[in-house]
């Protein structure tokens, strides 16, 4: 089975969820993790904390640069990851789906390279 990320992007800014809707949206993600390691799918997932507690590193010569915050600033940034194993596209979309669907939240689905 081929390995694909599903990344969870989350909207800019101080944007705090009613408590309620927040917690309906972490038993649904929780019951999606379960539902992908009942199928063996699972291989990881986490969220992140905020972008700007992000460390760049950047080439410069024989130097590298580190600099706080983003690599870039936007109006969504990377709030999690999930990493799992699916036999094509078409499931790792349908796993993408209920991600999104729970969470209300963009989801991008994308395939690791080398496998498959």
């Known amino acids: 089975m081929r390995q694909y ?3 969870m992007y989350q909207p800019a800014g101080a ?3 009613d408590p309620e809707f927040l917690a ?14 009942e199928a ?3 291989v990881f997932g986490d969220g992140l904390h905020a972008p700007e507690t ?3 590193l950047r080439p410069d010569g024989d130097a ?3 600099t706080d915050g983003p690599f870039t600033e936007g109006k969504e940034y990377l709030g999690g990851v999930t990493v799992i194993r699916a036999p094509d596209l ?3 979309l349908d796993w993408g ?3 999104a669907r729970a969470t209300t939240l963009p989801i991008e689905v994308r395939p690791f390279q080398g496998e498959g």
Do not use: K, N
């Open 40 to 42: 063996g799918c699972w």
């Open 90 to 92: 078409d499931a790792a």
């Open 15 to 17: 944007v705090r969820p």
């Open 97 to 99: 789906r209920r991600y």
């Open 54 to 56: 992000a460390t760049v």
């Open 24 to 37: 309906g949206v972490m038993r649904e993600v929780e019951a999606i993790g379960r539902d992908l390691r």
């Open 64 to 66: 590298v640069l580190v």
């Open 5 to 7: 990320l599903i990344s």
